[in-house]
C-alpha cells in the first residue's frame, strides 16, 4: 500500500497538458514533464516555463518572436523541436519535444571520455543543427552541455536554439547559467559586438574538446584567470588526441573569429568527415504561428491559466450501490446469468493519473483510439467489429485519497468483442489493480 499515500489523484493542467514532474531548471527557468491529453500518438512533451513580464518588458520583443517562429519551423533531426507556445497572464510556456536519454554530459560523467569515434559522430550531428539553424538566421549564442541533450536511440538533440535572447540581461550581455563562461568565445566575453556564427562554432570546438578528453580545455577557479585563457586560446591538448583531431580543434578554438575555421570549411575537413552521414529530413511546410503571435501581442483573448483538477469524488452509499466485488477475476471474467457483462469495475491505490496512463498503455497496443477528457477516457476500435466498433467509456472516480475505483463500459460495438477486449486488456493492468485479502480467498 506504500503507493498508495505517495500522491493524491490532482492534477495541474495548462491549455491541453498536464503538467508533471521538473526535468531541469536552466537558464530560463523550470522545464516540466507534460503529457498531452488530447493526444492520441506520442503525448509525451518538456515545457519551459518562462517569466511573461520579463519577456514583454524587455527590448527584444520582436527579436525572440522572429526566432520562435523559425524554430516552429524546423524539424532537423538534431534541434529539438518547438511543437507550440502558450502564455498565462504571468507566464510563457514553451511546449517542446521530449527526449528521454538525458544529457550528453550524463555520459562524460559517468564513463568519462568519450573515444574519438564517438565523439566526432557527436560534433558532426552537432554541427549540423549548428549549420541548418544557421543557414534559416538562427544563432545559438549559448551552447553549453545542458542544451545537448539524448533522445532515447542516442541521437543529439540540440534545445534552446533561438532561445538565447530570453537569458539576456537588462545591459544586453548573454549571462550563463551558473556564471562560468567556459564554452563562451573570446569575442562575446569582450562584449564588442560579435557575430552568431563564429562564436556558435568556437563553442563546438570547446564542446568536441571536452568529449575526446573528458575536461575542459579552459578551467581556472578565478574567473579573470580564465578570460585571459580564453582570449589567448590557451590550452593544451592531452597525448590521446589524433593528430587531425588536434588540427581541426586548433583551427575553431582561433581567438581571432575573423580567421576561426567557418562552418563549410569544417564540412571539408578530413577528420570531420570520416563516417559523416547526411541528415535526412523532410521540411514542414504549413507550420501554425497563430500561437506564437498570440503570445507575444497584448490582446488577452488566448490566454491560458494553470488549473488544478481533481477526480469526482464518490460517497460511501454510491461507492456501496455500486461495488459488486473489487477481484479483477470476477469483473473480468464473470458472466452473468449467460450474459457477457457489458461494465465493470475495479479499485487501485494508484495516484489516478498512473490509472490513466495504464489504461491508455493498455488500449493502444489493441489498436484503440483514446480520448482523454479529466478522469474519463473514450477508446474506440479501429476495426469494424460484428456490430460496429468497439468503442469503451471510463471513468476514475476517487473512493479515499489513496484509493481510486475504476468503472469500464462498453457503449459501442459486440458484447462478445468486448469481452475478448477485456480478457487482454485487464493483463495489461494487472499491476495497477487491488484485490484485497478477503477478495483473494474468495476468488481462489
Ligand atoms: P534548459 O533550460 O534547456 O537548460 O533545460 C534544463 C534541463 O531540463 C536540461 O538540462 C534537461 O535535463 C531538461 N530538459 C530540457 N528540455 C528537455 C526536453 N525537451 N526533454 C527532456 N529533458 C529536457
Known amino acids: 500500500m506504500s503507493r498508495a499515500s505517495a500522491a493524491m489523484g490532482s492534477r495541474t493542467l495548462v491549455g491541453k497538458y498536464e503538467l508533471g514532474r521538473t526535468l531541469g531548471e536552466g537558464s530560463f527557468g523550470k522545464v516540466k514533464f507534460a503529457r498531452n491529453t488530447k493526444s492520441t500518438g506520442e503525448c ?33 533531426p538534431n534541434v529539438l523541436n518547438i511543437l507550440e507556445v502558450m502564455a498565462s497572464k504571468t507566464k510563457i510556456y514553451i511546449v517542446l ?30 554541427i549540423n543543427a549548428v549549420d541548418y539553424c544557421h543557414s534559416r538566421g538562427v544563432y545559438h549564442r549559448d551552447l553549453k552541455p545542458e542544451n545537448l541533450l539524448l533522445d532515447s536511440h542516442g541521437v543529439l538533440k540540440v534545445s534552446d536554439f533561438g532561445l538565447s535572447a530570453f537569458s539576456k540581461q537588462e545591459d544586453g550581455l548573454l549571462h550563463t547559467a551558473c556564471g562560468t563562461p567556459n564554452y563562451v568565445a573570446p569575442e562575446v566575453l569582450n562584449d564588442k559586438g560579435y557575430d ?6 568556437w563553442s563546438c570546438g570547446v564542446i568536441l574538446f571536452v568529449l575526446m578528453a573528458g575536461y575542459l580545455p579552459f578551467e581556472e577557479p578565478n574567473l579573470m584567470a580564465l578570460y585571459r585563457k580564453i582570449y589567448k586560446a590557451d590550452f593544451s591538448f592531452p597525448p590521446w588526441f589524433s593528430s587531425n583531431a588536434k588540427r581541426l580543434i586548433k583551427r575553431i578554438l582561433d581567438p581571432n573569429p575573423l580567421t576561426r575555421i567557418t562552418i563549410p570549411e569544417i564540412l571539408e575537413n578530413d577528420w570531420f568527415k570520416k563516417d559523416y552521414k547526411q541528415p535526412c529530413f523532410r521540411q514542414e511546410e504549413d507550420v501554425n504561428l497563430d500561437d506564437v503571435d498570440a503570445v507575444f501581442n497584448d490582446s488577452e483573448d488566448h490566454l491560458v491559466s494553470e488549473r488544478k483538477e481533481k477526480p ?31 461494465e465493470t469495475r475495479f479499485t487501485s491505490t494508484c495516484p489516478a493519473n498512473e490509472i490513466m496512463s495504464k489504461i491508455e498503455e493498455a488500449a493502444k497496443p489493441l489498436g ?56 487482454t486488456f485487464s493483463s495489461g493492468l494487472k499491476d495497477i489493480v487491488w484485490t484485497s485479502d478477503s477478495n483473494k480467498e474468495e476468488t481462489s
Open 368 to 423: 484503440f483510439n483514446v480520448h482523454k477528457r479529466n478522469y474519463k477516457m473514450k477508446l474506440q476500435g479501429d476495426k469494424s467489429g460484428r456490430k460496429g466498433q468497439l468503442a469503451v467509456a471510463t471513468e476514475v472516480f476517487e473512493v479515499a485519497p489513496s484509493l481510486h475505483m475504476v468503472e469500464l463500459r462498453k457503449t459501442g460495438g459486440d458484447t462478445l468483442e468486448f469481452h475478448k477486449f477485456y480478457k
Open 44 to 76: 509525451a512533451v518538456a515545457i519551459k516555463i518562462i517569466d511573461r513580464q520579463r519577456v514583454l518588458s524587455s527590448h527584444m520583443v520582436e527579436q525572440i518572436k522572429r526566432e520562435i517562429s523559425t524554430m516552429k519551423m524546423i524539424k532537423h
Open 312 to 342: 469526482v469524488s464518490m460517497n460511501a452509499f454510491e461507492l456501496i450501490s455500486r461495488s459488486q466485488g473489487f477481484s479483477l477475476e470476477n469483473l473480468f471474467d464473470k458472466q452473468m446469468q449467460g450474459l457477457v457483462k457489458r
Open 196 to 201: 552568431g556564427t563564429t562564436s556558435d562554432v
Open 97 to 126: 519535444e521530449y527526449v528521454g536519454g538525458g544529457e550528453l554530459f550524463d555520459k562524460i560523467a559517468r564513463q568519462g571520455k568519450l573515444k574519438e569515434g564517438v565523439a566526432r559522430r557527436y560534433f558532426q550531428q552537432l
